[in-house]
């Protein structure tokens, strides 16, 4: 019911930047929280930037300073400027919503996941 699509990642130099895109779309009344993880290999997915509501964001410490958040509540997008790129910020990026969508048991909140999208960052 509803999709999350992300775009935007690839490989780049360390130092360098990425900017990553993730679309909602489908079926739902709205979504409240979105946010960016990451996965790295053999490693479990993290939290790297989520907002929570207007002016309210919370980073991992590891890209607070490099990296921003930000949403368009009117497009149900979400954007995660990477800046700085270091190698260690090489993993698969996963968008997160959490959406309020009808249910014939009511309004209910779940979490969905995009895809992902692979970030390399080379040494």
């Known amino acids: 019911q509803v999709q999350l699509v992300e775009s935007g990642g690839g490989l780049v130099q360390a130092g360098g930047s990425l900017r990553l895109s993730c679309a909602a779309s489908g079926s739902f009344l709205s979504i409240n929280s979105m946010g960016w993880y990451r996965q790295a290999p053999g490693k479990q997915r993290e939290l790297v930037a989520v907002?929570?509501?207007?002016?309210?964001?919370n980073y991992a410490d590891s890209v607070k300073g490099r990296f921003s958040i930000s949403r368009d509540n009117v497009l149900n997008t979400v954007h995660l400027q990477m800046n700085s790129l270091k190698p260690e910020d090489t993993a698969v990026y996963y968008c997160?919503?959490?959406?309020?969508?009808?249910?014939?048991?009511?309004?209910?909140?779940?979490?969905?996941w995009g895809q992902g999208t692979k970030v390399t960052v080379s040494s």
């Open positions: 997160n919503g959490e959406a309020v969508i009808t249910t014939p048991f009511g309004k209910r909140e779940y979490v969905y």
């Open positions: 907002v929570l509501g207007p002016g309210n964001t």
